[in-house]
């Protein structure tokens, strides 16, 4: 994927270059005008692979994860699913019809979760490079805020 997708939809949020985790996760919420839980589920992805899912609820974005004993990689789990919600994968076009089968799961959910299943879609591959992008500006605003170039050059 080039940037011709990332960039405008990164550029958006006005984060500049480098930016902090928790400066994402407010820029988000401003540029969506919602609130955004992040919450750890230590069954997540225990029998299915599955390492995060993005819900919207009402009022509320929220992004359940799964437990990793490394903080980068929940992190990179978290950083995939607010790439979605930056790019607007979580806009569905299709109309809301009732499943008789899972009544109790909001049919838009159930269609991103099964589509979230095939990792090598445009959207998924658009989610994991945003998401990397946005792990690279981070990394860049704790060196620069802990004076590691200047101190190791």
Known sequence: MNNEVSVPA????ALGETFTFDELVGAVQRSRQRGLRIVELAELGVHDGLCAVSLMRDGEDLILHAHSDSALHRQQFVLHELAHL???HDVDDDPDTRDYLLPDIPPQTLRRLLKRQNLNTDKEVQAETLADQLAAAIRGSTLHS???LEIFG
């Open 146 to 148: 802990s004076r590691y």
């Open 10 to 13: 990164l550029a958006e949020l």
């Open 86 to 88: 930056i790019l607007g």
